[in-house]
Nanobody, 116 residues
Framework: QVQLVESGGGLVQPGGSLRLSCAAS????????MSWYRQAPGKEREAVAVLPSNGGVTYYVDSVKGRFTISRDNVNNTMYLQMNSLKPEDTAVYYCRARLGINIYWGQGTRVTVSS
């Protein structure tokens, strides 16, 4: 049974920082492509950052480039999203995703609210 559990969300002021974590359990190894998505109220879910499993280029959506950093600890099966210089438009529920071929797993999401 694969499980992804996000944590680290919360309320932060504009310009602040948060670090999200995604703890993976079950049969997830370094061959899985790990990524962070987010869904803002009234909007579709979008990919924020994708960490390739094969040493390829890390993807960031344009709106977070230079502010967010995705990373992965394969020993502890945990993925992170360091978010700096947060803006109100970053407010959303953030989800981690693991994918290997047709097998896709989602976490339950963690809410990030950027507001003064």
């Amino acid at each position: 049974q694969v499980q992804l559990v996000e944590s680290g969300g919360g309320l932060v002021q504009p310009g602040g920082s948060l670090r999200l974590s995604c703890a993976a359990s079950g049969f997830i190894d370094s061959t899985y492509r790990m990524s962070w998505y987010r869904q803002a109220p009234g909007k579709e879910r979008e990919a924020v950052a994708v960490l390739p499993s094969n040493g390829g280029v890390t993807y960031y959506v344009d709106s977070v480039k230079g502010r967010f950093t995705i990373s992965r600890d394969n020993v502890n099966n945990t993925m992170y999203l360091q978010m700096n210089s947060l803006k109100p438009e970053d407010t959303a529920v953030y989800y981690c995703r693991a994918r290997l071929g047709i097998n896709i797993y989602w976490g339950q999401g963690t809410r990030v609210t950027v507001s003064s």
